[in-house]
């Protein structure tokens, strides 16, 4: 079946813009997971979602970041006013519930901020 | 909080020999999950392996298997006859087992080791 599909697959913004990445998981996949790839920090946790709510927020790095997640399927991470710092590959994971230790990934999103 | 420590920023190995990758953690939980993830060039993710705290027996898959300690808090991967797609970089990982704990379903991760194989 298809996997998880990230979308777009590479975006380029002004400092300052806000931007949207998609993430569609796995069909049947009740958990979401964004992650974010940096030289500098490695791979980080950002927010955890079962359904559509979010029991965990706790990576998000600031107010400017925020995610929501629709119809227990496509969620979307938003954001505000980007810097420079938030140039870093976006990966998204579902796995088939919270509980389930598998979680497969996208392909990420590559987000350069000029 | 758990952290996870991946010492070997590089390794490289040649066609068909034997590599082991090093990775230790650290966490005062008794329940969790071990991984390996590979990330090549195209920045897919893919899922290895995986072990079980409570499980005192190896994982393996193929060519892929593990050295899991667990009093020794150190879980590496070995991969036998290397072959050229194995290139890649590795990440171990972390993920308690606790439900409704602080940490519960995210991974952590170390980080990662280039892994070079040379024909």
């Known amino acids: 079946g298809a996997g998880v599909s990230q979308s777009p697959s590479n975006k380029v913004t002004e400092k300052g813009k806000d931007v949207e990445l998609r993430c569609d998981p796995i069909?049947?996949?009740?958990?979401l997971y964004w992650y974010r790839q940096s030289l500098g920090q490695g791979l980080e946790f950002l927010i955890y979602?079962?359904?559509?709510?979010?029991?965990?927020k706790s990576g998000l790095p600031s107010d400017r970041f925020s995610a929501e997640r629709t119809g227990g399927s496509v969620s979307t991470l938003t954001i505000q006013r980007t810097q420079q710092e938030d140039s870093a590959v976006y990966l998204c994971?579902?796995?088939?519930?919270?509980?389930?230790?598998?979680?497969?990934f996208g392909p990420g999103t590559r987000l350069t901020v000029t | 909080a758990q952290t996870v420590t991946q010492s070997q920023p590089e390794m490289s190995v040649q066609e068909a020999e034997t590599v082991t990758l090093s990775c230790t953690y650290d966490?005062?939980?008794?329940?969790?999950?071990l991984f390996w993830y590979k990330q090549p060039p195209s920045r897919q993710m893919i899922l290895v392996i995986r072990?079980?705290?409570?499980?005192?027996q190896n994982a393996t898959e193929n060519r892929f298997s593990v050295n899991f300690q667990k009093a020794a808090k150190s879980f590496s991967l070995k991969i036998s006859d290397s072959q050229l797609g194995d290139a890649a970089m590795y990440f171990c990982?972390?993920?308690?087992?606790?439900?409704?704990?602080?940490?519960?379903?995210?991974?952590?991760f170390g980080q990662g080791t280039i892994l070079t194989v040379h024909p």
């Open positions: 072990q079980e705290a409570y499980k005192q």
């Open positions: 990982a972390y993920r308690s087992a606790y439900a409704g704990g602080t940490s519960y379903g995210k991974l952590t």
């Open positions: 979602f079962q359904g559509n709510s979010a029991p965990d």
């Open positions: 994971a579902s796995s088939l519930s919270g509980g389930a230790p598998e979680q497969y």
């Open positions: 069909s049947g996949h009740t958990a």
């Open positions: 966490t005062s939980e008794s329940d969790y999950y």
